[in-house]
């Protein structure tokens, strides 16, 4: 249920218009103290990582809008500070990420996001894995657009730690950052890394899923072995977690990459269930079918159809 729960709210500003809206007043906070000063988040959307100290708050991603009060609150609730949010990191574009972007701005906060999360959020537009996984972004009003941006890195020192935000291109979308806690051995990975299974991959906004499986490997490699993931969906993790996740990209794409070869169409690769072997990775928002889509649909540069909206 609460993956079905997932399925259906990942994007729920694009889907919005078709899907029952989900109830965000029954929604509650839940926080966890990942290390030292650093807190994980979790209520609907993608999970929060905040650094919280004397010197304020930074929170990385803000899931939706009727949330921030909650999110705001519970922040409060640690003892450490009664100041409002200072800073906002976005790991990407996507509504279940950003959709508090206008509350915390309003409240104070500054965005900061890669260049590519703000050409994104005044654009709006179709994303998907270019098959059967369709959303629509919404153009989003000036409050909610990133008031610093940057092309590779950008690092945030507050709370006596240089929190840092680093791009890597083409993964999940084309503005994923990764954002590391140095001091505190934290990860927030985004949705370059999720624990629902297969990803999905937002081909149509310039995703890929090498991109992602390099970011995984490049993550893992640098960072020391008992460091703390946060997945952009999902429960705390490992770094075994992070490179389990990326061999399953890189295996499931050289058995793609065979059939496209031999000149296998994508109904023969789904017909012929060429990911058996990964069927545990199958999930209720990205099943084997939709996987095949992405890697097929990622490796050939398909793009999709352009869906008509409004
Ligand atoms: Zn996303």
Redesign the pocket.
């Known amino acids: 249920m609460r993956k079905l729960l997932l399925a259906v709210c990942l994007f729920f500003p694009a889907v919005a218009f078709a899907q029952q809206q989900p109830d965000f007043s029954k929604v509650e906070i839940k926080v966890t103290k990942i290390s030292g000063n650093i807190y994980m988040l979790e209520g609907q959307g ?1 999970n929060i990582a905040a650094s919280v100290g004397q010197d304020g708050i930074v929170i990385v991603d803000d899931e939706f809008a009727p949330l921030a009060e909650k999110i705001q609150a519970a922040l409060k609730n640690l003892g450490v500070t009664d100041k409002p949010v200072r800073f906002v990191l976005n790991t ?1 574009f ?1 509504g ?2 950003t959709g508090g972007n206008i509350p915390f701005q309003n409240g104070g906060a500054t965005i900061i996001a890669h260049d590519n999360v703000r050409k994104r959020l005044i654009s709006g537009g179709p994303g998907g894995n270019g098959g059967s996984i369709q959303t629509q972004n919404q153009p989003q009003p000036k409050e909610a657009l990133p008031i610093i941006t940057f092309e590779r890195d950008v690092t945030v020192h507050l709370n006596g730690e240089d929190i840092r935000a680093l791009h890597f291109p083409a993964g ?2 084309d503005g994923d950052s990764v954002i590391f806690f140095p001091k505190n051995n934290v990860v927030h990975m985004g ?1 370059d890394f999720v624990r629902y299974g297969f990803p ?1 991959i ?1 081909v149509m906004n310039g995703g890929t899923v090498e991109g992602m499986a390099e970011a995984c490997e490049k993550v893992a490699a640098q960072l020391p072995a008992e460091v703390k993931v946060i997945p ?1 969906h999902g429960a705390i993790s490992n770094l075994d977690d992070v490179r389990a996740f990326a061999k399953m990209l890189r295996e499931t794409t050289a058995v793609i990459q065979k059939a496209l070869a031999e000149h296998q169409t994508l109904d023969q690769m789904k017909k012929e269930k060429i990911l058996e072997p990964w069927q545990k990775w199958s999930g209720t928002f990205v099943n084997s079918d939709a996987f095949i889509e992405t890697v097929y649909n990622s490796l050939t540069g398909t793009k999709g159809k352009f869906i008509r909206h409004n």
């Open positions: 993608g990407h996507h279940d990420h999940h979308t949705d999905f937002d952009g």
